[in-house]
């Protein structure tokens, strides 16, 4: 079963580069790419939502290249892609800032909170950080790429 993943937009926003030369083996553009490339194969389901794709817009203008280009065509994709917006309710919002999840980042965590487990692949600290406790309380793993 592919594993259910919320993308950061600074992952996304980092990975699109244009790609001029081969890319260096275990950089972290590299590992950026093979996030897409694992939704694009379908090892991996992209979660989004309305607020989600606006900010991905906002901080990606243009695709330069092909992996962030995919990337925006697979979030129509029923296979590739779900859309998943969990309610807000206090007592969410109480466990997410007793974790001390960043509140400008609820909209990712929302987004990321389902029945299953799942993941949100980001590159910030504060965000990064929750994991453990995030994970104990609303079924989110927060993860590094």
Excluded at 35 to 56: C, D, K, N, T
Aim: proline content about 6%; aromatic content about 8%; overall charge positive.
């Amino acid at each position: 079963m592919p594993e259910e993943c919320v993308i950061d937009t600074t992952v996304l926003q980092k990975a699109n580069a244009p790609i001029t030369k081969p890319v260096a083996r275990g950089s972290m553009f590299a590992r950026r790419l093979a996030v897409l490339r694992g939704i694009r194969e379908g090892r991996i389901v992209a979660l989004h939502s309305p607020r989600l794709i606006q900010e991905y817009e906002q901080h990606v203008k243009e695709p330069r290249n092909e992996f962030v280009r995919a990337f925006f065509e697979l979030l129509d994709d029923v296979g590739r892609a779900t859309y998943n917006w969990h309610p807000w309710t206090g007592a969410v919002k109480e466990k997410a800032k007793k974790c001390r999840f960043p509140p400008e980042d609820y909209h990712v965590l929302r987004t990321a909170i389902r029945g299953n487990p799942s993941t949100i692949i980001t590159e910030e600290d504060r965000v990064l950080r929750t994991d453990r406790c995030i994970y104990r309380r609303l079924r989110v793993h927060v993860r590094s790429v």
